[in-house]
């Protein structure tokens, strides 16, 4: 019985998981920023500094990205990792642009996914 049990614990001190980026939930955004209204101002209080800032010259707006990257192997993942298998990975992404003119926010968008796969190995 002990056996089994390391076996099936070992693999959890090698668990990996990477994160990129500041969670932003799009709830609050949508909830929080309104467009012809909301400033940079507004923008930054809430979610602090944008990973980058661009500019658009067609239409002479100023557009602040939001992107946040999460990575890690699955419980499942780990005990396929461990006998050689191959691992599963779940991956939650999200990004938000925010589109400012003279200040104020003029468009919102925004994009998030969820998925888990499977790497052979």
């Known amino acids: 019985m002990k056996n089994v049990l390391v076996i099936l614990l070992v693999p959890l001190l090698f668990c ?7 969670e932003i939930d799009l709830t609050t955004v949508h909830d929080k920023i309104s467009v012809n209204q909301s400033t940079k101002e507004d923008v930054r209080a ?3 500094e944008p990973l980058s800032k661009s500019f658009d010259a067609e239409n002479e ?6 992107a946040y990257v999460k990575k ?21 992404t999200s990004v938000v642009d925010f589109y400012f003119r003279k200040g104020v926010v003029v468009d919102i968008k925004s994009e998030s996914s969820q998925t888990k796969k499977f790497h052979l190995q």
């Open 61 to 66: 707006s100023e557009i602040w990205h939001y």
């Open 72 to 92: 890690n192997i699955t419980g499942a993942g780990l005990i396929e990792h461990t006998f050689r298998i191959g691992s599963e990975w779940k991956t939650k």
């Open 16 to 22: 990996a998981c990477a994160t990129a980026g500041k």
């Open 46 to 48: 809430l979610f602090g």
